[in-house]
């Protein structure tokens, strides 16, 4: 059971409670013979149901891959009309109507030339209040689906769709947290559990809670606690390492999201999968990934480092998902800087870290640098539940943002455009942005932002805040009172520009000026034409919008 505090990394003090847990499987497989064929079988719905009209099946994992001749669904001994899927093996019926709250029984008959008949038994009940299943979601619903298929699409994943039972059993603990008032942060009550003495109880774990909606398929749910939309709370978990994990599987197949209040819930619902598959994020070629993490995660990833410390770069996740994978381990791990220099790296993987299975977490001990292209390397050999073992590896190279936040809205804004950008990551590298100076914004890579200081008009010569500025071009900006001059720092380059004097100074080297920096109402302020002369940025002026353009 993990329980977490993210802050998101793109707005300042705002903090979040989200909690992961993962369920194998919501319902228990049971298996005998059947004289010399053998099979196993998973049957649906189980125990408590809250739903009017429940999905009631098997399905059936024959070891002899055969087809059932003939076949016979009873419920309350009454035969009804089911049907059957040879492709999933599985027989399901949907009643037309509302089931009336009580007790039910249910039973599969099928058989096979040269064999007995084989008979599986089982009992639910449908409870008081149950509802019916509906495929009508809200506007922020969507927005919460959108988002998580964004990460999926950048990932290379295939996108996930709504399941009505797993918005159902959002809501409904959703609704359970937000009536309830759960704290997380001034008790120790976890955000997964509910008490049947409570009102709005559906099930007191995540399995409880997937009976009761009839959920068959493995499942998990993460839960974020925070005054902020459903999207923003769904960036958050996606940015804490040991929550990325629901969003990368590759049979991740449906979802449910639902927020109530600062309570947010999402559902994940797996398939089996194909075969194991190595998934990395941030993904290959990937062109706007954050720099760092500030952590207030619980477990804490840095809590068996004893000398890290937050913030930590952007934790890099690797994992091997699929059918029959048991533990994975990791052999190599590397990253390195635009220079070639290898990036010194916390490493968290089964064995030493309890919260990992299938995956492993990778953090640069000291934020990346904006701007900045990194390759990363890993190789991990996963253990089979047969025992045996085999070897995956990876290289790729991603690019860090050039102003912190600027990557979830640009995913956000449009993923389509975001993985033709990942598509031509080696082609082309720069940035836009654009200050109007008749306006208060400014546009980086088509984001608007709102300047702090509106440019500066004198005698035809247009200045722009030099904190503007920097936040645009991923630079850091420092203010030397001896000298009177803003200190412009970015990667390798250091420019002093000087309010006192037509002069600035580059990586130690000064330069005269017929344009310097102005200190205007105790703010420094960059003329235009300064720039391309100190930053080395391709600088254009558009008259007829008023639009300085800045390339780099």
Known sequence: MNVIQVRRKWTTSVKIIAALFVLLSSLIWSSKPSYALSYGYLTYPQGDVGLLRPDIGVNIDL??????????????????????????????????????????????????????????????????????????????????????NDYRVKMGLTKVKFSDALNVAAKKHAQYLSQNKIDPIKTAVSLHDEDPALPGYIGKSLKERAQFIGYARSSSEDVAYNNVSLVE?????????????????????????YKDGPYHVIEFGFSEGVSPELVVSPGSNDVYVPTMFD????????????????PVGYPIMASIYGP????????????????????SLLKNEPGTDD???????????????????YKAK?????????????????????????REGVGVLKLHNDAVSYTLQMGNFGLNRSHLVSFALAGDKYVLDLIPYPMKQKPYIQEGTSFLYIRDLAAALGATVEWDDKQK?????????????????????????????????K???ETTMIPVRLLSEALGAKVTYVESTKTVNISY
């Open 324 to 343: 029959g994978v048991k533990k994975v381990r990791l052999d190599e791990a590397e990253l390195k800087d635009e220079a070639g220099k290898a990036v």
């Open 233 to 257: 709370a769904i960036d958050s978990l996606f940015d804490a390492p040991y929550h990325r994990t629901p969003f990368m599987v590759p049979g991740l197949v449906e979802i449910g999201v």
């Open 485 to 517: 001059a803003a200190v412009y720092k970015k990667k390798d380059k250091t420019i002093i520009f000087y309010t006192s004097r037509n002069a600035y100074n580059l990586n130690g080297v000064e330069h005269q000026t017929e344009s310097a920096a």
């Open 295 to 310: 952590g207030h995660e619980t477990p804490d990833p840095i809590r068996n480092h004893a000398a890290a410390s937050y």
């Open 63 to 148: 070891s002899e891959g055969r087809t059932p001749e003939s076949y016979h669904f009873y419920l309350n001994n009454q035969e009804v009309t089911a049907t059957y899927d040879p492709v999933s093996v599985k027989y399901v019926y949907q009643p037309k109507a509302d089931l009336a709250p009580g007790k039910y029984s249910a039973r599969l008959s099928f058989s096979f030339t040269g064999y007995e008949p084989v008979q599986i038994y089982w009992d639910f009940t449908v409870v008081d209040g149950a509802v019916t299943l509906s495929s009508e979601t809200s506007k922020e619903q969507q927005a919460g689906l959108q988002a998580i």
């Open 378 to 402: 890993v190789k991990l050999t996963a253990t089979m539940e047969d025992g045996t073992t085999k070897s995956y590896s990876k290289e790729w190279m991603f690019r860090t943002e050039p």
């Open 519 to 521: 200190l205007v109402n």
């Open 355 to 373: 919260h990992l299975d299938t995956e492993v977490i990778i953090m640069p001990s000291k934020p990346l640098e904006l701007d900045s292209t």
